[in-house]
């Protein structure tokens, strides 16, 4: 950030509606600059190739740059809003006035973004580690991580096969059968990090020994930053997308 007092950042930053949150940072709105969303916290890097975003945003605001590459620039800014403030509760006028399609396609691209580039370099580090344990340590890792990958996969897989195709549907205006709505997937949508919680709890506490400490500690740091991404990610199925399809399904269904 070239000014750096707090006045210019309230000018730049702040609207009327505007509340400060949990780090001090303020609310993003979608006509601050790009560089100085990333500046206030880098973290947010992690949400542009989700979005199919490219770098070298020179002075571009939100908006502009979001609209330039085709994304939407409320869903952008939501979302950065949802990682950066965790006690941030977007407004069902908000929520409704979203794109539908684009929520979706940020939803598949982080899916693929988990499992590519967050849970198979874990896994790779995971092997690593327990070859220097001991054949029961080792096979205890192995079967946990498998077992939440699996659990992982599963739950992205019925979102992608059943959750998405059913919203795409009820997008085209299509009423259906009553077999299938929002509220079975929001009863049983789970979090997925019961299992990474007891991963963690073994390479804290029971893991003693194989001279692999700067390892182990990549591996936790690993662990816990997909821990908290992936509850954001929950947060946003639970809080944007719910709320949204179930404002579509009464447009659809009450017409
Ligand atoms: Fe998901
Ligand atoms: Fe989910």
New binding site residues.
């Given amino acids: 950030m070239v000014a750096c007092d707090e006045a210019a950042v309230v000018a730049i930053f702040c609207t009327e509606n505007m509340i400060m949150k949990d780090r001090n940072i303020p609310l993003y709105t979608t006509r601050m600059k790009v560089a100085e969303l990333i500046e206030s916290d880098y973290n947010l890097l992690l949400l542009f190739p989700r979005f199919g975003l490219e770098l070298g945003v020179g002075d571009s605001t939100v908006s502009e740059l979001c609209i330039r590459q085709g994304v939407s620039p409320q869903l952008f800014v939501m979302m950065c809003n949802i990682y950066s403030h965790t006690d941030y509760m977007p407004s069902a006028d908000d929520v409704r006035q979203l794109d539908v399609e684009q929520l979706l396609g940020y939803?598949s691209r982080?899916?693929t973004y988990y499992v590519v580039s967050r849970i198979k370099p874990i896994e790779e580090q995971l092997k690593a580690l327990s070859a220097q344990c001991s054949q029961a340590h080792s096979a205890v890792l192995q079967r946990f991580f498998a077992e939440y990958e699996q659990e992982v996969l599963n739950?992205?897989s019925y979102?992608e096969n059943t959750v998405f195709p059913y919203i795409r549907t009820l997008m085209a205006c299509h009423k259906m059968q009553p077999t299938y709505d929002i509220e079975t997937f929001s009863h049983n949508h789970s979090n997925i990090d019961d299992k990474l919680c007891d991963l963690k709890n073994i390479l804290v506490k029971h893991l003693r020994g194989i001279g692999m400490a700067a390892q182990t500690t990549e591996l936790l740091f690993q662990i816990f930053s997909l821990e908290e991404d992936l509850s954001r990610?929950t947060f946003i199925?639970d809080v944007v997308l719910i709320p949204l399809v179930q404002h579509l399904e009464k447009t659809v269904y009450d017409n």
């Fill in positions: 939803l982080s899916h739950h992205f979102e990610h199925e």
